[in-house]
């Protein structure tokens, strides 16, 4: 009796919790929100804003980026290459133009070193920006946007980029290399494509 009573008070638990991926930003939320950035003069975020989407790294990888990750001398890099904390296996990104402008901008007025890291924290303890605090970032960027904070996060950052190249190209492989996953079921789990391609498929299929 006592047993059955213990499972009873037992929750489950991710009861009241939102699990599963966090949602990609939209093309218009991305727009929105550089515009807005770049407005208010907030130098520091458009270029840590950028660098997410273009990079689709994790973020214990973006906030531990160097200048000379990204910069050699006085030229922007347009491509650079990190190795991933959590696999220990070299990923490569491109830099576009506005983020270039961006993180030029960000290194001249923080007067950033090659050796220096590219958001250093304002925090003390910390030499780099931390996750906690970029997710705290992107929180205020979702609320910003008038976004729900429970469907987005850091991942989001990630997956943004990445799930728009998807659904261009379908090209999951290309998709797989530039997230840097060894294996091709993560990428597939990141990307949640699973219910949405196979509906899609199965609408364009009449019986």
Not at 19 to 33: E, R, S, Y
Not at 147 to 157: F, R, V
């Amino acid at each position: 009796m006592s047993m059955s009573n213990g499972n009873a008070s037992r929750e489950p638990w991710n009861k009241g919790k939102i699990v599963g991926q966090k949602a990609p930003f939209k093309l218009k939320d991305i727009w929105a929100l550089r515009v807005r950035l770049q407005m208010q003069g907030r130098v520091r975020e458009l270029a840590l804003f950028n660098l997410g989407i273009d990079s689709k790294l994790r973020g214990c990888d973006l906030v531990a980026l160097r200048v000379r990750d990204v910069c050699h001398g006085d030229q922007m890099a347009s491509r650079a290459i990190v190795m991933q904390h959590k696999t220990q296996r070299p990923v490569q990104f491109e830099i576009t133009a506005s983020t270039r402008d961006a993180l030029q901008t960000w290194i001249k007025q923080a007067g950033l070193r090659s050796e220096d890291f590219l958001f250093p924290s304002r925090l003390h303890e910390s030499p780099h920006l931390g996750t906690r605090q970029y997710a705290r970032i992107v929180g205020h960027w979702v609320k910003e946007l008038g976004l729900d904070p429970a469907d987005y996060g850091t991942h989001s950052m990630r997956r943004t980029k990445a799930t728009l190249i998807y659904r261009r190209t379908k090209n999951l492989r290309a998709v797989q290399l530039l997230l840097g996953h060894s294996k091709l079921e993560s990428t597939v789990r990141c990307l949640g494509i699973e219910v949405d391609d196979s509906l899609e498929i199965s609408e364009q299929t009449e019986i």
